[in-house]
């Protein structure tokens, strides 16, 4: 008896929270380590066990095992790194990788992208990061203002803006008047 309180007491305390960063290059880096710095600073962040990883070890073996691993059990993963461009091979198969351990995990896959024009339109990178958020079953957040003027492609803001706007065609249709039809 004294055993099962015991486990029932341990199976309600939280356990930390686990946040995988994947960061590009140094410099982004920094950037991320200041966001995460202000996130603190406002309250806005809890206590987590943070686990970082460079792109360029994501592609050897043993590093790269380890943090598919970790990309598996995490809460959230961070992909920190510049809009522009594909993403390398490698790392898409690390995201594979880590994607076929993860099971049916909740969590959140964050996409913090350096983008030249801050309201550009969505970029391969961040689709992609998207799709496989879709893919695991995760949230996708990203830093991309609510008020940015273009909506992601394939996205329910982009059908809602779609839906909303009248053509010429559509507008042929609404102001036609109809015929009536001859009687017999």
């Known amino acids: 008896m004294v055993q099962q309180i015991a486990e029932k007491s341990e199976a309600r305390v939280p356990r930390e929270k686990c946040v995988v960063v994947v960061y590009e290059s140094p410099a982004i880096r920094e950037y991320v380590v ?7 600073e406002e309250g806005k962040a809890s206590a987590a066990a943070m686990k970082w990883w460079p792109f360029r070890l994501l592609a050897q073996p043993a590093p790269g095992d380890d943090a598919a691993q970790a990309a ?15 993403l390398p091979n490698e790392i898409k198969l690390w995201m594979e990788k880590w994607l076929n351990k993860r099971g049916e995990r909740e969590g959140a896959l964050v996409g913090l992208l350096n983008r030249e ?21 995760m ?32 507008a ?4 036609k008047h109809p015929q009536a039809s001859p009687r017999l």
């Open 34 to 40: 200041r966001f995460f710095e202000r996130l603190a």
């Open 72 to 86: 598996a059990t995490a809460d959230v993963i961070v992909f920190a790194m510049n809009a522009s461009g594909d």
């Open 117 to 137: 024009e801050p309201h550009e339109m969505a970029s391969f990178r961040e689709i992609y990061l998207r799709h496989i958020a879709r893919r695991a079953g």
């Open 139 to 170: 949230d996708y957040l990203s830093r991309g203002a609510p008020t940015a003027s273009k909506a992601i492609p394939d996205s329910i803001d982009s059908f809602s803006e779609r839906a909303g706007r009248v053509t010429s065609v559509l």
């Open 172 to 175: 042929n249709i609404l102001h």
